[in-house]
C-alpha cells in the first residue's frame, strides 16, 4: 500500500489522509483464509485482470523511477511458480489509459 501511495503522489493524485492505514486495517480485518478474485484467478491459471491492475501500477513506478520491492517480489514469486507470464508487467501490455470524466474518485474501504 505504501508503494500505491508513492505512485499516487508522483502522479500527483491525492489521496486522503491516513488512507494507507486505514486499507491496511480493512484487509487485517479479513479473515486470514479469505482470497480476492484476481488471487483465485491466477491459482486457476484463468484469465485476469492483473496485468491492468498490478501491472499498471508497476509500469507506471518504473516510469516514474520509484523502488518497489514489494510489488517486484510478488512479480517474481508469481513469475517463478508459473503464475504469471513475465511479460504481463512489459510496457508493450500497456492498456490504452483510461478516460476519466473528471477527478479520480478514491473510495474507502468499510
Known sequence: MQEIHELAVARGVHLPEGCVASTLNF???????????LQRDLLERRESEFAVLTGAAVRMGREFG????????????L???????PDLVSPESR???A????????????
Do not use: F, W, Y
Not at 513469475?79 to 507470464?85: V, W
Open 66 to 77: 520509484l523502488h518497489q520491492p514489494a510489488h517486484d517480489r510478488i512479480l517474481e514469486l
Open 27 to 37: 484487509v487485517a480485518g479479513c479473515p486470514q483464509e479469505a482470497t480476492s478474485s
Open 99 to 110: 478516460r476519466l470524466s473528471g477527478p479520480p474518485r478514491v473510495t474507502r474501504p468499510g
Open 79 to 85: 513469475t517463478q511458480n508459473g503464475l504469471l507470464k
Open 95 to 97: 492498456m490504452p489509459p
